[in-house]
């Protein structure tokens, strides 16, 4: 009961979140971005055909979400295979969300765009409410810290960083990542690397990027056990069930690797500005880490006290550097069409651990900071529900090859908000000199 109360609190927050701004018309945008619209489809594909082709529907989604530069193109989120459409990015949230999909569509006739909308705020909420409830059992029950830290980290993480006004507004690959993530860390943590290795495989095929959590989990192992036959095979079988579906998809549906959304972007998209793009991930005022959940800075305290004492802490801090250098080199470091820190969003756990760790040993001491901190970061990713509907980006964004946008403060995401919000009250005429009284 303790778990299914948690995830119901968290389920209704995030979707009643946008359900109650979405009918007030206070943000009336309903899907983020074009991203996580094959999912959604490839899940009722899964469900009302029981294939991964997105034919029925393809004229249905370039209707309304056509190739931006060239209509008569296949849109980017889509791939071609012989006569027949698939998602160009990776299946494995189509199918984790597959609950939600079952028991919504036997209740619809034909599908609208009122039910896509629907369909991606309930899996999005469902996928993100899965893995606070992971990280709550992680905590209490494998870590046996308190249920007073354990609900605190819950709620810094599901409510203070960009896992409410983003990742649980929709389908993204990041909730499904986040997912994997936290059950191999639960695995990990118990040396059940058969349990371990299989989840992070299943993370691979979400996010490729996932692959440095693996990196990182597997030379400690190597570092700090004796290899023995147990061990190899649990990790070689645990890696061998998520290969080989992702053989078996691959081949049955996209025929070629090449096919693959991810594999026709790795040879041409390492354009990031490096280290201004590094520093960007961190601080921008528009898409910082530490402007845009100031509770990180809880984090790198965390990490500074206990990188000698503890293991996970030392986990930790090694996949967040890593992954924000090798993500810091991506075009679209800055994540794209999205609120805050998106690229980095897939590792939100792992800035999780080292704040539990300072509540753990320093409850006493920090909670008089760390309170205020977190209050601000819930207000932060408040606004973010509130506000986000790309007019800023439209406003303001240039693009990767000119990123002096992102280090504006006066024409910032924050300044502009507060600027359409004195439009809203009568102070101003309009927000921006591109806008027309927003």
């Known amino acids: 009961m303790k778990y299914l109360k948690i995830f119901l609190i968290f389920f209704f927050i995030y ?7 979405f009918k007030f018309e206070i943000n009336s945008l309903p899907l983020q971005s074009e991203d996580v619209i094959p999912s959604i489809f490839t899940s009722i594909a899964i469900v009302n055909e029981r294939t991964i082709y997105l034919d029925s529907y393809y004229g249905m989604m370039v209707g309304k979400y056509p190739q931006p530069d060239d209509p ?3 849109p980017f ?28 569509l036997p209740f619809v006739n034909t ?16 996928m993100m409410a ?16 308190s249920e007073k830290v354990s609900i605190l980290v819950c709620i810094i993480y599901g409510l203070a960083t960009i896992n409410l006004p983003l990742i649980s507004q929709a389908l993204w690959q990041h909730g499904t990542v986040q997912f994997f993530t936290i059950l191999s860390l639960i695995f990990w943590a118990r040396e059940r690397y058969f349990l371990t290795y299989l989840f992070l495989g299943f993370g691979i095929l979400s996010r490729p990027t996932a692959g440095i959590v693996l990196l990182v989990l597997s030379l400690f192992i190597l570092y700090t056990k004796k290899l023995n036959f147990k061990i190899v095979r649990d990790v070689f079988l645990g890696i061998l069930i998520p290969l080989s579906f992702f053989i078996f998809y691959n081949f049955t549906y996209y025929q070629d690797i090449s096919n693959q959304g991810y594999s026709s972007q790795l040879s041409n998209s390492w354009l990031g500005n490096f280290p201004e793009s590094f520093v960007g991930m961190w601080l921008s005022p528009s898409k910082g880490i530490l402007i845009y959940s100031p509770i990180f800075i809880f984090s790198l305290i965390g990490i500074y006290q206990g990188f000698k004492k503890n293991s996970l802490i030392r986990v930790s801090f090694w996949i967040i550097l890593l992954h924000t250098l090798v993500l810091s080199k991506w075009k679209h470091w800055y994540g794209g069409f999205g609120f805050g820190y998106r690229m980095v969003s897939d590792i939100i756990p792992f800035f999780i651990i080292p704040i539990w760790y300072l509540l753990n040993e320093y409850y006493e001491r920090i909670k008089k900071h760390l309170i205020p901190v977190l209050l601000i970061s819930i207000a932060i990713q408040t606004s973010g529900l509130a506000f986000f509907d790309s007019i800023w980006h439209n406003a303001y964004d240039t693009g990767f090859k000119n990123t002096r946008w992102l280090w504006s403060i006066q024409d910032s995401e924050a300044a ?12 101003l005429d309009k927000a921006c000199d591109k806008c027309e009284g927003n």
């Open 416 to 427: 502009f908000n507060i600027r359409r919000l004195m439009v809203k009250i009568k102070i």
């Open 72 to 74: 008569s193109l296949t």
């Open 130 to 145: 899965c893995c606070v409830v992971l990280l709550y059992f992680f905590f209490k029950d494998v870590l046996k810290s």
């Open 77 to 104: 989120y889509l791939r071609k295979v012989n006569e027949n459409y698939v998602s160009a990015f990776p299946i494995m949230s189509s199918l984790v969300t597959l609950p939600i999909f079952l028991i919504y």
């Open 111 to 126: 599908i609208s765009w009122n039910d896509i909308y629907y369909l991606s705020h309930l899996s999005g909420s469902f």
């Open 15 to 21: 979707f009643f979140s946008w359900f109650v701004l």
